[in-house]
């Protein structure tokens, strides 16, 4: 009898081992802190690759995170956002793809502040599986010439100056000459304004906004195609 319960003990962990192994996933290329002045809109790229011979569906889910009533954050696939009232999200994901469209997006308001923000991510239906990430956020009240992304495949700067007449700038440093990175500048609806590469031999790029009307634009930073980072630039003639 003692070994006729042993055995089925041995076949149920046998089980959850192989169901969590059906439904693995890693959460690629985390950021752990962004650092922003105010008035600026930050996004969180989120991605998600299921490592399973299986699709699922894969929750990701904003946990912790106290904003001041100037800020606001919400999911964002590419430029397709969510109401700021929505704090969970799914979608499916083929085998060996990457969820890579997503992102967390923040509005950083007209108040200093420093906060944590949570994130859960885990598949459908397996709230065991369940991996958790933390973002430490901090917004300045005066903007510093700063680093708002590192990774071991780019360190980036801000934009300067902000608002801009005629010329921005963009200091950064490329780690690997395997990366293909780019900027591109877009309105407020999305249409591409001018496109920058960012070769390795290099660590400045020029944005040129003589020629744009005065108001506000965005930049988006890409690595090899994968947006990563996306910032407010104020023209002002």
């Known amino acids: 009898m003692h070994s006729t319960k042993q055995s089925v003990v041995i076949c149920f962990l046998l089980f959850l081992s192989w169901q969590g192994w059906a439904q693995r996933f890693e959460v690629l290329d985390n950021q752990e802190a962004y650092q922003t002045s105010l008035n600026q809109l930050v996004r969180i790229p989120i991605r998600i690759k299921n490592i399973s ?12 995170g106290d904003l001041t009533d100037t800020q606001k954050g919400y999911f964002c696939i590419s430029n397709n956002c969510l109401d700021a009232s929505i704090l969970e999200f799914s979608k499916r994901v083929e085998p060996g793809e990457v969820l890579q469209d997503l992102f967390y997006t923040l509005e950083s308001g007209m108040q200093p502040m420093q906060t944590t923000l949570k994130f859960e991510f885990f598949p459908k239906g397996s709230p065991t599986e369940m991996v958790e990430h933390y973002i430490n956020l901090s917004v300045e009240e005066k903007a510093t010439k700063s680093y708002i992304y590192q990774s071991k495949e780019i360190t980036i700067q801000d934009v300067y100056p902000n608002p801009v007449q005629e010329n921005a700038y963009i200091d950064y440093k490329l780690h690997s000459e395997s ?15 001018g496109e920058y590469d960012l070769p390795i031999s290099e660590d400045r790029v020029k944005i040129q906004a003589e020629d744009l ?6 930049y988006t930073v890409y690595l090899n195609n994968n947006g990563i980072l996306t910032r407010k630039l104020i023209v002002r003639k």
């Open 53 to 64: 011979d299986k699709p699922h569906f894969y929750v990701v889910r904003k946990v912790k």
């Open 179 to 193: 990366v293909k990175a780019k900027i591109t500048l877009h309105n407020i609806l999305g249409k591409p304004m």
């Open 213 to 218: 009307l005065s108001g506000v634009y965005f």
